[in-house]
């Protein structure tokens, strides 16, 4: 089963890695990386999975410098700190996830990313806690960053 993070997310949820397992890096979270996961999932996760009663798991949590380096993401990314996730809802539109996030939860920054709206299951939410949070919504294309989520 693994270590419990909270109710319904593990760590090994938080930290699993294809590209990681695929070229052998190393992608532990030391402990102060696992408390802000725990945070994470306390404040984020847990009620995302309340409101929503669907099972998910994030498609990316946690990722060493190595690793994230490896992906191309900024060195400023906020998953090398395990302060935030990238998740998807089955079934879900992830404009009505960003919209309910941004409406009912405190977080760091939230961000819609790679969506359209010709395609409600297009990408994916991204969004973070850290305790002292900005509450910044922002939309990214894969090319051109825009404030809020339209």
């Known amino acids: ?14 930290t699993k890695s294809s590209t990681a397992l695929r070229r052998g890096i190393p992608n532990e979270p030391g ?12 404040a984020i996760l847990e009620p995302v999975r ?36 990238d998740i998807e809802i089955p079934g879900v539109p992830n404009f009505e ?4 996030i941004s409406d009912n939860l405190e977080f760091d920054q939230l961000v819609l990313e790679h969506y359209s709206s ?4 297009s990408g994916w939410v991204h969004v973070s806690y850290v305790g ?5 919504v922002l939309r990214f294309n894969g090319e051109t960053w825009g404030l809020g989520l339209t």
């Open 1 to 14: 089963m693994g270590v419990r993070l909270s109710e319904h997310f593990t760590l090994s949820e938080l």
């Open 31 to 42: 402990i102060v990386e696992v408390g802000n996961l725990k945070e994470l999932c306390s």
């Open 50 to 85: 309340a409101a929503f009663g669907v099972p998910f798991s994030p498609s990316s949590g946690y990722r060493s410098l190595i690793l994230n380096n490896e992906i191309g993401s900024s060195p400023e990314s906020q998953h090398i700190r395990g302060e935030a996730a």
């Open 97 to 100: 996830l960003a919209s309910w």
């Open 118 to 121: 010709d395609d409600p299951s």
């Open 132 to 136: 002292k949070n900005r509450g910044e």
